[in-house]
């Protein structure tokens, strides 16, 4: 890594004769080959707490803590999830299907009111939806009335109003109680 410091040095013209002046000129040029030295000779390594001596990285890599130092170490994918984006919601009255784990709903309901069913959350445990609202008008979000699905997180509400163009509510379905909660 290359860096650059700026050292600048007011010289006062009463009392310095140009061979002072110099002088000064040279040690400033001095100091400046020594740092541009230092930063261009350092590495991460030179900190105190990560080793990358021991293990060079690789690349895709990322610095992490081990306990005692930062070492370098390959990312796990974790586990996420691939959002499937269901077929967009144009009609009053739909029921949500869900594509996969995680669906994402874009209801585009103009100008029009709507209400749109959760599906059923039967066998559907830590499944996600995420629903967007792209309309100017109100988009009620139900629970099914076929379901047995009580409410709608903890409120004991049996909908949820996206009241605002853009707004997106997220929900996940807890099948032991019988509710959709809000992520």
């Excluded at 050292?7 to 009463?14: E, G, N, S, T, Y």
């Excluded at 009392?15 to 590495?43: E, L």
């Excluded at 959350?121 to 099914?144: C, D, Q, W």
Aim: proline share 3%; charged share 15%; hydrophobic share 40%.
């Amino acid at each position: 890594m290359v860096g650059f410091i700026t050292i600048r040095v007011a010289l006062k013209p009463d009392g310095m004769d140009k061979k002072m002046a110099r002088i000064k000129a040279k040690q400033i040029s001095d100091i400046n080959a020594t740092i541009t030295s230092v930063i261009n000779t350092t590495s991460i390594n030179a900190l105190s707490d990560v080793d990358t001596a021991t293990a060079t990285p690789t690349n895709g890599q990322v610095l992490n803590w081990n306990g005692t130092n930062w070492v370098p170490a390959t990312v796990s994918a974790g586990g996420g999830s691939t959002v499937t984006l269901h077929a967009d919601i144009t009609t009053n009255n739909q029921v949500i299907t869900l594509s996969s784990s995680e669906t994402l709903v874009l209801v585009k309901n103009s100008s029009t009111a709507f209400n749109v069913y959760l599906p059923v959350i039967l066998n559907k445990a830590g499944y996600k939806v995420h629903i967007k609202r792209l309309g100017t008008a109100n988009v009620t979000v139900n629970v099914n009335p076929g379901d047995a699905t009580k409410y709608i997180d903890f409120s004991g509400t049996t909908n949820f109003i996206l009241a605002s163009t853009g707004t997106c509510l997220s929900l996940v379905a807890n099948e032991t109680d019988g509710a959709w909660y809000i992520i």
